[in-house]
């Protein structure tokens, strides 16, 4: 059964930092590229990083880099977030994803065939 289950999110002020966790408790994509997506209110769904099934490819959104690390622990069979230096634009509904495509995550971003229920991430000016 897939299911992807995020905790970690809540409020911080900005300058700070935050760590999402995404747990994949159906053990289903130990092989599959993960990553994380967000929307904020009244926007569209965006990308903001990907990892393959190895950890050794990573994608980012630009607003993101140099501020975000993704990573995964497939002994845990979990990937995580972690997000420094946030803004109040980051503010957001985070939600882990994962792909089909075995593929996906090293030659390419996932795209997202499965998702969990979001986290929200609240960034306060």
């Known amino acids: 059964q897939v299911q992807l289950v995020e905790s970690g999110g809540g409020l911080v002020q900005t300058g700070g930092s935050m760590r999402l966790s995404c747990v994949d408790s159906g053990r289903t994509f130990s092989n599959n590229g993960m990553g994380w997506f967000r929307q904020a209110p009244g926007k569209e769904r965006e990308f903001v990083a990907s990892?393959?099934?190895?950890?050794?490819?990573?994608y980012y959104a630009d607003s993101v880099k140099g501020r975000f690390t993704i990573s995964r622990d497939n002994a845990k069979n979990t990937v995580y977030l972690q997000m420094n230096s946030l803004k109040p634009e980051d503010t957001a509904v985070y939600r882990c994803?994962?792909?089909?495509?075995?593929?996906?995550?090293?030659?390419?971003?996932?795209?997202?065939?499965?998702w969990g229920q979001g986290t929200q991430v609240t960034v306060s000016s």
């Open positions: 990892i393959s099934w190895s950890g050794e490819n990573t």
């Open positions: 994803a994962a792909d089909k495509d075995y593929y996906s995550g090293t030659f390419y971003p996932i795209s997202g065939d499965y």
